[in-house]
């Protein structure tokens, strides 16, 4: 066992603060790891305010994780000391259904090891996350980072936000000569118009705020429409191969359903704390269209986008924060004020 070092909230009320706790000696497949940065992502949130009712206390929240091997099994092959990896949200699968067997570990049909949150395959036991330290994980599920260093910092939100939207944009098969559709402009979304830009799409940003419009062409948008205008939104009906709605509130998906073309997709990511009014039939039957969720990627597909992301010089837009900044920006991410996601310096620590 190993001392380490992070924040944790103790009840849904109470502000993270400085926990210490223990982690495990390296087994002979596991890879120890310095944390360098750990983005925020709103599960964090989510998570430490029990927001889904399934919280273990004390919890440690964090699984956009940038770090330097310290430490490897002696059954390790992949990464040697000094190496820089990442971890997202998973640390752990069953290893033995058909999910995980086609490297989908994110549909592990006896449910995958969130890198908080537990539970531990085996134990049962709470898993900590990145607010911390230091961490300990199975090899397979550490992820080879080859940005620059001078990008670490932005490529930590790649290992949820990346590769949440890339997923859904790779398995509808986005790609050059398709109109693809981005809802919504935050932590996702940001990340879904810069792969789709660099997948070769021409994108769509949908949003209802007048002011992203500049921020959404910098970012590799070809258009954007304001959501709330009839007129603009009329002037796309039935002309998207497909959509990706990040939106993480409920709302009325008819009218992005109707700009899909015949055999056109919308796939959900956003998480609403309270479900979407359900959806007419008659725009999905009419044109043969399709509503779908998408969740994280398994590792190799993770594996994929961090190697597309670093060809294409895709990181996120962050603003980086002290370990001590974690309440404050919890509450600025509230209010979406945040362009695109915080990062936490462990350093800080």
């Known amino acids: 066992m190993t001392q380490a070092q992070g924040y944790a909230a103790t009840s849904p009320s109470s502000p993270l603060a400085p926990f210490s706790f223990e982690r495990r000696a390296p087994n002979p497949q596991d890879v120890a790891l310095d944390v360098l940065y750990c983005g925020v992502c709103h599960s964090d949130l989510h998570t430490a305010r029990n927001e889904w009712?399934?919280?273990?206390?004390?919890?440690?929240?964090?699984?956009?994780?940038?770090?330097?091997?310290?430490?490897?099994?002696?059954?390790?092959?992949?990464?040697?000391?000094?190496?820089?990896?990442?971890?997202?949200?998973?640390?752990?699968?069953?290893?033995h259904c058909s999910a995980c067997?086609?490297?989908?570990?994110?549909?592990?049909?006896?449910?995958?090891?969130?890198?908080?949150?537990?539970?531990?395959?085996?134990?049962?036991?709470?898993?900590?996350?990145?607010?911390?330290?230091?961490?300990?994980?199975?090899?397979?599920?550490?992820?080879?980072?080859?940005h620059s260093d001078a990008d670490l910092a932005a490529v930590a939100p790649l290992l949820c936000a990346g590769i949440t939207t890339y997923s859904p944009l790779r398995q509808w098969k986005v790609g050059?000569?398709?109109?693809?559709?981005?809802?919504?402009?935050?932590?996702?979304?940001?990340?879904?118009?810069k792969i789709a830009a660099a997948m070769g799409a021409h994108v769509v940003l949908f949003t209802t705020s007048e002011n992203k419009?500049?921020?959404?062409?910098?970012?590799?948008?070809?258009?954007?429409?304001?959501?709330?205008?009839?007129?603009?939104?009329?002037?796309?009906?039935?002309?998207?191969?497909?959509?990706?709605?990040?939106?993480?509130?409920?709302?009325?998906?008819?009218?992005?359903?109707?700009l899909l073309k015949r055999d056109g997709t919308m796939t959900l990511v956003g998480a609403p704390d309270s479900p979407h009014p359900s959806p007419n039939v008659f725009g999905l039957i009419m044109k043969r269209r399709r509503l779908a969720g998408s969740?994280?990627?398994?590792?190799?597909?993770?594996?994929?986008?961090?190697?597309?992301?670093?060809?294409?010089?895709?990181?996120?837009?962050?603003e980086s924060i002290r370990m001590d900044q974690i309440e404050t920006a919890y509450s600025r991410m509230l209010k979406s004020d945040v362009k695109y996601r915080f990062v936490v310096d462990m350093a800080t620590l």
């Open 53 to 95: 009712k399934n919280t273990v206390y004390p919890s440690v929240p964090g699984h956009e994780i940038v770090g330097r091997v310290t430490a490897v099994g002696n059954l390790v092959s992949k990464f040697k000391v000094g190496d820089l990896v990442g971890v997202g949200c998973m640390v752990d699968s069953c290893q």
């Open 101 to 146: 067997a086609e490297d989908l570990e994110q549909y592990c049909e006896n449910g995958f090891t969130g890198t908080y949150n537990g539970p531990e395959q085996g134990t049962g036991a709470n898993t900590y996350g990145g607010y911390s330290s230091h961490m300990v994980v199975r090899e397979s599920f550490v992820l080879k980072i080859t």
């Open 176 to 193: 050059p000569g398709q109109k693809v559709g981005i809802v919504g402009l935050g932590g996702l979304g940001h990340m879904g118009v």
């Open 213 to 258: 419009r500049a921020d959404a062409l910098r970012l590799g948008a070809k258009e954007v429409v304001v959501s709330k205008n009839e007129a603009e939104m009329a002037a796309h009906t039935n002309s998207f191969d497909f959509i990706l709605n990040t939106v993480a509130a409920a709302h009325n998906l008819d009218a992005f359903l109707a």
């Open 295 to 318: 969740l994280i990627g398994g590792i190799k597909e993770t594996q994929e986008m961090l190697d597309f992301c670093a060809q294409h010089g895709i990181v996120s837009d962050i």
